[in-house]
Structures are given as C-alpha cells and as structure tokens.
C-alpha cells in the first residue's frame, strides 16, 4: 500500500496538471502538438523517459489484485509500451498526434479524464486513511 500511496502521489497530480493544461490552453494545444510530432528526436526522447518511468513503477509496483491500487500498475504497464511505440516507431506518433490534435472533442474528453483521474488518484494518495 505505502507503494501505492507514493506513486499515485506522483502521477495523480501531474495527470491533474497535465489535463489542466490542456483546458488552459486548448486553442494553443493543436500548434504544440504539431510542433512536437515532427521532431523524432523528440518523440524517441520521450519514449525514453517513459520506459524509464514505466519500468519504475512495474519494478515497485507490479500489482494486479484489490481495488484502485491496479490503475497505478495499468500506468506503469502502458508507459512501458508507450515509450517502446514512440521509440520503435516515432514516425507513427506524428500521424496518431496530429489526428488527436485536430479532434476538439477528443481533446476535451482527454482533458476531462486526465482531470479526474489525476485529481481520484491524488485524493488516494494525499486523502484520508481509510
């Protein structure tokens, strides 16, 4: 639990933060997101972190029983993978981030998301014992 605790005091408030930022600026967000998708560089750098940041959590916190303590292992799983894709193949993420960039709809219900479960795991992780 104190694993869980730590880590979802980690990326709780950075979800929160990130699915802010995308509210804060959604005009500006398509011209970021074309920025950043036609640099490989780029992209293969942020797979890196993201591996780094996935093998992390799955190396402390490979947990796939009881109740909200799964999502953190979900995100360390799916950073993992994330960061392998835009390392193998960053010449796919420009497309798939260009479609997302140009989809308002899908921007808002990201950031909806991204708000909601930032602020869940950061009430699991700085809340109330229970």
Same mark, same amino acid.
């Given at each position: 639990? %104190?694993?869980?605790?730590?880590? %979802? ?6 979800? =929160? ?7 804060? *600026?959604?005009? #500006? +967000? ?10 490989? &560089?780029?992209? !293969?750098? /942020? ?12 190396? !402390?916190? *490979?947990?796939? /029983?009881?109740?909200? $303590?799964?999502? !953190?292992?979900? +995100? &360390? ?6 960061? #392998? =894709?835009?390392?193998?193949?960053? $010449?796919?993420?420009?497309?798939? %981030?260009?479609?997302?960039?140009? *989809? /308002?709809?899908?921007?808002?219900? =990201? %950031? ?5 479960? &930032?602020? +869940? ?10």
């Amino acid at each position: 639990m %104190a694993h869980s605790k730590l880590i %979802a005091g980690l990326i709780g408030p950075a979800l =929160a933060a990130m699915g802010c930022a995308m509210l804060i *600026n959604r005009e #500006l +967000f398509p011209i970021i997101v074309d920025q950043i998708s036609h640099d490989y &560089g780029l992209i !293969v750098l /942020s797979g890196i972190l993201s591996l780094l940041a996935g093998i992390a959590i799955v190396r !402390v916190h *490979n947990v796939w /029983s009881g109740g909200w $303590q799964v999502i !953190v292992t979900v +995100f &360390g799983w799916l950073a993992i993978v994330g960061g #392998l =894709a835009r390392m193998w193949a960053p $010449q796919l993420a420009g497309p798939i %981030a260009d479609s997302f960039a140009a *989809n /308002s709809a899908a921007r808002l219900i =990201a %950031a909806v998301v991204l708000v909601a479960l &930032g602020g +869940f795991l950061s009430y699991k992780a700085y809340g109330p014992e229970t």
